[in-house]
């Protein structure tokens, strides 16, 4: 297991590394769906909405992410970040979050990235 999930203080839930991840290496891939602008806009007014990605590449690109990667808390500093694919010929709306390493975390760090909606959360930095 390379994560898990526990108590980030001030933070609730957080995901933290089980071993060392060396920069630039996939920390997980768990399925993402991608949602119209519209669609994004109705998930952020949602229960839903601390699971919806943005895409900082394409920001009108909405995603519902699952699994570990959904749980991630923002940093300022942050030492992941998610790249958004999608297989030729695949289903359109079902895409994959890679979560990449952007520099070395050692074992029991907390693994975070930066949220490109941050001005919509309360008390981010």
Known sequence: MTVEIRCSPGKGRGVFA???????????????????????????????????????????RHFLVWGSVALLNHSGEPNAKPLFTNAPGADPAHWQCNLVALRDIDEGDEITMRYANAADYTGLK
Not at 26 to 55: H, K, M, Q
């Open 18 to 60: 089980c071993r060392h991840i060396p920069a630039h290496h996939s920390i997980a891939v768990v399925p993402a769906n991608l949602y119209s602008p519209t669609d994004g806009a109705a998930l952020l007014a949602s229960p839903a909405f601390p699971y919806v990605f943005i895409d900082p590449a394409y920001p009108e």
